[in-house]
């Protein structure tokens, strides 16, 4: 399987139903390609939105895509990025000119 993983913190400047819409276009390519591909999604943070997320994550039906919110103590965090296929930032950098620091987080 492909692992992608994405930390956020839960608050409005990251939009994480972007992300979400993405996955459920992902999981119908994938079947209308008839592949047998996997993808698992770890999501890492804490923040006030998470529940919001969660409850719209579980009500999605991805066929070839799953979606699990994590939470890892500081040590673990680079271990998971090692293992990861791909990174995604959502975080809206706050000039909007420069990179997010969490993108910084993803060459570690």
């Known amino acids: ?20 819409n993405a996955l459920v276009l992902l999981d119908d390519k994938i079947r209308e390609k ?3 591909l996997k993808v698992m999604v770890v999501v890492t ?14 009500k999605l039906k991805l066929e070839h895509v799953a979606v699990q919110t994590i939470w890892l103590e500081p040590a673990d965090y680079p271990k998971l990025l090692a293992c990861a296929d791909v990174g995604i930032s959502l975080h809206t950098s706050t000039s909007g000119l420069d990179l997010p620091m969490k993108i910084l987080d993803l060459f570690g």
């Open 34 to 36: 008839g592949s047998n």
């Open 45 to 58: 943070g804490k923040g006030p939105q998470k529940s919001m997320y969660e409850e719209r994550m579980s």
């Open 1 to 20: 399987p492909a692992l992608l993983t994405s930390s956020t913190s839960w608050t409005p400047d990251e939009d994480f139903g972007i992300l979400l």
